[in-house]
């Protein structure tokens, strides 16, 4: 089999993946999603939630851990009953947890094959989108800042679950390009699928799938996917490549629905350094 036809081949089975929505995780993936799904349930209890987080290790680990930084425990008692832990750091930061330990596992176990470094770019770009989605709709929208920071969590969802399959077919892509040329075609509808099957909210899944419209429409209250568009933009033209290099005249309608000109966005930068700081801690 040709290299055309072995591509070929790959893209049928992505099809076929995408189609019965038979999409394929790591267990451990599947598990933290689960968990992250009951915790939107109206009338979980602590007691609850903490069973259901004890079964996945890697989850209760980072629970435990987080409950005992500065940042959320004041005190000089260490914790080490979950129950104490979720209550102390309540619903909304344990379904972030969840997500985000879900997707490094994604990221974790192509750690012996060549695709790592991919994927720990994708994770750290993740990780800061996420944190400037919280930051941005905290700032600028009555959006939910958490909401937001999932959204751009989850924004490169559909990289993540490409990569995680191209390492199956070592030596399938003739050049990185190549690969990349797949995974700009595929991502969004692959991320529509994963979004669709861990029946995670309908905005959620909108901003994932349009934030790289270029003809996002001017809107007089700024969406979510205004949002996730914004802080995906920021990220890389202010925070990769350095300070308003870009031309602020020309601007995306996303930065204009949240009306970040020049001078606020520097503002907002400067002053919630920290706070995304404080975020990618509870999130990495």
């Given at each position: 089999?040709n290299?055309?036809?072995?591509?070929?081949?790959?893209?049928?089975?992505?099809s076929v993946?995408?189609?019965?929505?038979?999409?394929?995780?790591?267990?451990?993936?599947?598990?933290?999603?689960?968990?992250?799904?009951?915790?939107?349930?109206?009338?979980?209890?602590i007691?609850?939630?903490a069973r259901?987080?004890s079964a996945?290790?890697?989850l209760?680990?980072?629970?435990?851990?987080?409950?005992?930084?500065?940042?959320?425990?004041?005190?000089?008692?260490k914790?080490?009953?979950?129950?104490i832990?979720?209550?102390?750091?309540?619903?909304?930061v344990?379904?972030?947890?969840a997500?985000?330990v879900?997707m490094?596992?994604?990221?974790d176990?192509q750690?012996?094959?060549?695709?790592?470094d991919q994927?720990?770019?994708?994770?750290?770009?993740?990780?800061?989108?996420?944190?400037?989605?919280?930051?941005?709709?905290?700032?600028?929208?009555?959006?939910?800042?958490?909401?937001?920071?999932?959204?751009?969590?989850?924004?490169?969802?559909?990289?993540?679950?490409?990569?995680?399959?191209?390492y199956?077919?070592?030596?399938l892509?003739?050049?990185?390009l190549?690969?990349?040329?797949?995974?700009?075609?595929?991502h969004?509808?692959i991320?529509?699928?994963?979004?669709?099957s861990?029946?995670?909210?309908?905005?959620?899944q909108?901003?994932?799938?349009?934030?790289?419209?270029?003809?996002?429409?001017?809107?007089?209250?700024?969406?979510?996917?205004?949002?996730?568009?914004a802080?995906?933009?920021?990220?890389?033209?202010?925070?990769?490549?350095?300070?308003?290099e870009f031309?602020?005249?020309?601007?995306?309608?996303?930065l204009?629905?949240l009306?970040?000109?020049?001078e606020?966005?520097?503002?907002?930068?400067?002053?919630?350094?920290?706070?995304?700081?404080h975020?990618?801690?509870?999130?990495?």
């Amino acid at each position: 089999m040709n290299q055309r036809e072995s591509e070929f081949e790959f893209i049928k089975g992505l099809s076929v993946e995408l189609s019965s929505r038979n999409l394929v995780f790591p267990t451990s993936l599947k598990t933290t999603m689960k968990i992250r799904h009951a915790l939107d349930e109206p009338t979980i209890t602590i007691d609850q939630v903490a069973r259901i987080i004890s079964a996945e290790p890697v989850l209760s680990a980072q629970v435990l851990m987080l409950s005992n930084t500065p940042m959320f425990n004041r005190s000089d008692k260490k914790i080490d009953e979950l129950k104490i832990a979720v209550k102390l750091l309540g619903f909304a930061v344990v379904r972030n947890v969840a997500i985000s330990v879900g997707m490094k596992q994604l990221k974790d176990q192509q750690a012996n094959t060549g695709k790592s470094d991919q994927m720990e770019g994708l994770w750290t770009r993740s990780m800061r989108v996420a944190a400037l989605s919280f930051v941005v709709a905290k700032r600028c929208t009555k959006l939910s800042p958490d909401k937001a920071m999932v959204a751009g969590l989850l924004h490169d969802i559909g990289k993540f679950y490409i990569l995680s399959r191209a390492y199956q077919y070592q030596g399938l892509f003739s050049s990185e390009l190549a690969l990349w040329d797949l995974i700009d075609q595929w991502h969004v509808d692959i991320g529509a699928a994963i979004l669709a099957s861990w029946e995670v909210s309908t905005d959620i899944q909108t901003a994932v799938m349009e934030r790289n419209r270029p003809d996002l429409p001017r809107t007089e209250r700024p969406t979510l996917t205004d949002v996730v568009a914004a802080a995906d933009f920021l990220d890389v033209n202010f925070v990769k490549k350095g300070e308003a290099e870009f031309d602020w005249e020309s601007i995306p309608n996303s930065l204009r629905n949240l009306h970040l000109d020049k001078e606020k966005t520097e503002t907002m930068m400067q002053e919630t350094r920290q706070e995304i700081a404080h975020i990618l801690r509870v999130i990495a």
